[in-house]
Structure formats: structure tokens, C-alpha cells
């Protein structure tokens, strides 16, 4: 068999395919070229957005060493030694809540038995002495001496980009282990820790300092501790009631921001369930009907969560019924107008198929559309449940309650974010496992793999 090409086609049939087929071989440009001018559109798109909000001088202006430092909070603690300068020598502090607990003697603060001098340790090879009028900075093997007077502290002449004079003030930092401020008048110490301190149990319990065995051991077979209760029921209170963690209370939060999703999504279903018929125009032939509870579905949910929060909690006060409420409102729009496009997209033959049969619109309605559309209402009802167990921590930091607010309340302090750390993780856990459950349970509604 002979293959058609243009080398053995004449010319005239050429002319013939090519009037025959002139879409084909006459493309219109614009055609032709529309993906080439979109994506061109969107790069141009992506230029202007990063002058317009001149993403350069953002970059330049970040703070980057603070981003880190609080990274780095999240999975370590600092113990806060300061040495003051008074006339009868020098004077170890520490402050008043310390993690060190009552009375600190940290093994890497040593005391100097024959002068008045404190070493304190940053590594195995780096470390700074603290006597009057000077501070010795060894690290990685390189010395250097910060000479003190009565008005400032002053630089070294040796000094490396570790250093950082200003106001009198010299800071020097070892990284990761910790940094130094070296005044006239005092040494500040700042002494970085992997891990989260006393998470377990504060200074005041009795199994303050004691590793995992020995807290084992000490439930199992030690001493009694408190005259009337178990070691383990000590050992449970003890840790719920942490001063530092206060895991009783984080845990409350969390249960009442599971709970605002949960209620706030319920009742949202409930309700928009049957002002979804209202405003279906296939169920309900009223022009009025349909428009104005399209309309209140769109006021509802186009006045954002957080903004209902905020005005849930000015009417309430603080709590989480301003969470639900929030939830409550923003859903019930949102929802109601799923609902109304999934009835309006009905099969109409099991709806004719009902009524065929004589019964009352009532009963067509229950048996002709519910049975369609339950397994979407129920699956969509799902999701956003799902998601609002994430929303509900945002609402909670603007007042409504639960863990959103506590862990607003860590971040403004700037020294907790250990705190914030342990708090996410346990809203990501959560999140996790309700996504899960919500995943399986549409499955089963809608008999294929939820998405």
C-alpha cells in the first residue's frame, strides 16, 4: 500500500485537501498563539506582583536572624544566668523562675576557688570567664578580652563578626549554644538547651530531676509522696499541672476548639439543610423564595469567619460560644448554597417516578430527592468539619476560645515558643486525625476513594 504524502500528491490535490480541510491546514493565528500569550500574561502578571509589593526590599529588611532564633526556640530552652558587678565582688543571679528550679548549680557554671571569677561553658572547647573589670571569650580556641570600665564595655581589638558593640554594650555570640551581653554594670548569659525543659513535671514536684526509670520506679515501689494518694495519681496531677506547660488547661483548649468545629458544623448542617429546598428552584417555584435565600446564603458566608468571630465575641464576650456562632454563620451560607446547586442538579425521573405513584410533594421530596443528594450533603458536611477543626484555632486567637487563644497568648510573650511548638504539634495531630476520620467516613458515604 502506497502512503500519501506531499511528494507524491499533485498539486491540484493538494489544493483540493487543503480547501476540504482548511481548519487544519489553515490555523487562526490567535489560535495558534494563545498559549504562548498566556503564559507570557502570567509571567507579566508575576513581574508587576513583586515590584508592586517590592518583594526585594522585604527580603532585605527581614529579620532573619530573629526567624531563627525562634525556630530554634521551638526545640530548645535557655537557663539565664547574669553576673552582677557590686562593690563587694562579684554576684551570681538567676531569675526568679528559673528552669533550674529554687537554687540553680548548673554543672557547666563553675566558680573559681581562688579569685573571684566564674567560668561558664558553651562547649567542649568554647567558654567565657567572668571576673571584675574583664570578660575572658574563648572560642573554637581563639581568645579574646573585653575589657569593662565605669562607663562601657569595651571591644576587642581582635574582634570577629561574633561581636556586636552598641550603646556601650558588647554582645558576643557561640551560635546555637548561646550568646552574651557584657555591660558596665552586669554580664547577661543566655545558655541554649536542646529540648523542652520540666516538660514532665515543674521544679516544685517531687519528680522534678528524676530521668525515666527512676519515675517508673518511684510509682511502682517508692516512698510515699503525699499522705492519702497514690504516687501515680501524684504523678498524674503533678503533670497536668505543670506551672511552665500547664498541659491541663492546653488540653482544655484543645477539646473546646474540637468542640466549636464540631457543634458550629453540626448546627450549620441542620439548618442549611432545609433552606437548601427553599432556594433550589427546581423544589421550590418561587422566583422570591429562590432569590432571597440565595442572597441571605451569600451575606452569610461572604462576611469571613474571623470577622464574625470578632463580632460574636464583642457580643458574647470571650468563649467559645463566639467560636461556634462564628462557625455557625460562615457554614450555613457556605453550605446552603452547596446544598441548593446539588438539588438543583437532581435526577428528575426518580422525582416523577415518586409522584408517579400519588404521593404528596412532601414524600416526593423524601423519597425522589433525599435519597440522591444525602451522601453528597453528608460528605460536604464532612469536609467542613474537617476544616474547621484548623479554622477554629484561628477564631479562638481573636477571642472565641480554645487552644487559638492560649497559643496567641505564647507567642506574645516572645520567650514561650517552646510553648507555640508544643502547641502546634498537638493541632497538627489533631488535624491529622480528624482528617483521617473524615476521609473514611465519606468514603463510606459516597462508596468511592474520598478525595
Given amino acids: 500500500m502506497t502512503m500519501l504524502t506531499t511528494t507524491n500528491l499533485t498539486a491540484e490535490r493538494q489544493a483540493e485537501l487543503k480547501e476540504q480541510y482548511a481548519e487544519v491546514f489553515h490555523k487562526d493565528p490567535v489560535k495558534k498563539f494563545r498559549p504562548l500569550a498566556i503564559v507570557a500574561a502570567l509571567l507579566a502578571y508575576l513581574v508587576a506582583c513583586f515590584f508592586f509589593f517590592n518583594i526585594p526590599q522585604v527580603f532585605s529588611d527581614a529579620k532573619w536572624d530573629r526567624a531563627g532564633l525562634y525556630m530554634a526556640d521551638w526545640v530548645s530552652w535557655q537557663a539565664q544566668p547574669k553576673f552582677r558587678f557590686r562593690d563587694d565582688g562579684l554576684e551570681l543571679q538567676y531569675p ?25 561553658d558553651f562547649g567542649p572547647s ?14 573554637g580556641g581563639q581568645r579574646f578580652e573585653v575589657v569593662i570600665t565605669d562607663d562601657e564595655a569595651l571591644l576587642p581589638p581582635n574582634a570577629t563578626s561574633a561581636f556586636e558593640a552598641r550603646n556601650g554594650r558588647v554582645k558576643f555570640s557561640f551560635g546555637f549554644a548561646g550568646n552574651i551581653e557584657i555591660r558596665n554594670t552586669q554580664v547577661r548569659v543566655w545558655r541554649r538547651f536542646w529540648g523542652w525543659e520540666n516538660f514532665f513535671f515543674d521544679p516544685s514536684s517531687a519528680f522534678w530531676g528524676m530521668n525515666g526509670f527512676e519515675v517508673i520506679s518511684t510509682i511502682a515501689a517508692g516512698p510515699q509522696l503525699e499522705a492519702g494518694k ?60 429562590n432569590w432571597f435565600m440565595k442572597r441571605a446564603f451569600d451575606f ?3 462576611v469571613d469567619m474571623l ?19 462564628a462557625i ?12 441548593s446547586e446539588a438539588l438543583e442538579n437532581v435526577d428528575d425521573k426518580q422525582r416523577e417516578g415518586v409522584k408517579s405513584l400519588g404521593a404528596s410533594p412532601v414524600e416526593v421530596q423524601r423519597f425522589g430527592v433525599v435519597p440522591q443528594v444525602l ?27 480554645g487552644i487559638g487563644l492560649k497559643l496567641l497568648e505564647a507567642m506574645r510573650t516572645g520567650t514561650d515558643w517552646e510553648n507555640v511548638g508544643y502547641m502546634v504539634i498537638l493541632i497538627l495531630i489533631v488535624v491529622f486525625v480528624f482528617d483521617n476520620i473524615s476521609n473514611y467516613l465519606r468514603t463510606k458515604l459516597i462508596g468511592e476513594e474520598a478525595r
Fill in 328 to 339: 455557625f454563620f460562615t457554614d450555613t451560607g457556605t453550605l446552603g448554597k452547596l446544598y
Fill in 126 to 139: 568554647d567558654f567565657i570567664v567572668v571576673q571584675e573589670g574583664l570578660v575572658e571569650i574563648t572560642k
Fill in 96 to 120: 526568679r523562675f528559673s528552669p533550674l528550679g529554687a537554687e540553680p548549680d548548673p554543672s557547666w557554671v563553675i566558680a573559681n576557688e581562688t579569685a573571684d571569677a566564674y567560668r561558664v
Fill in 375 to 401: 451522601p453528597l450533603f453528608a460528605s460536604q458536611a464532612l469536609y467542613f468539619w474537617e476544616s474547621n477543626t484548623r479554622s477554629a484555632t484561628i477564631i479562638g486567637a481573636v477571642g472565641a476560645g
Fill in 300 to 302: 452569610l458566608r461572604s
Fill in 230 to 289: 497514690s504516687n501515680l495519681s501524684v504523678a498524674i496531677n503533678d503533670f497536668l499541672y505543670n506551672a511552665e506547660w500547664q498541659h491541663a488547661d492546653v488540653f482544655v483548649k484543645l477539646l473546646q476548639t474540637i468542640v466549636m468545629a464540631f457543634v458550629g458544623t453540626l448546627f450549620a448542617g441542620i439548618l442549611a439543610f432545609p433552606l437548601a429546598f427553599i432556594a433550589a428552584r427546581n423544589i421550590t417555584r418561587s422566583n422570591a423564595a
Fill in 307 to 325: 470577622i464574625w468571630a470578632l463580632f460574636f465575641t464583642r457580643s458574647f464576650g470571650p468563649g467559645p460560644i463566639a467560636g461556634i456562632a
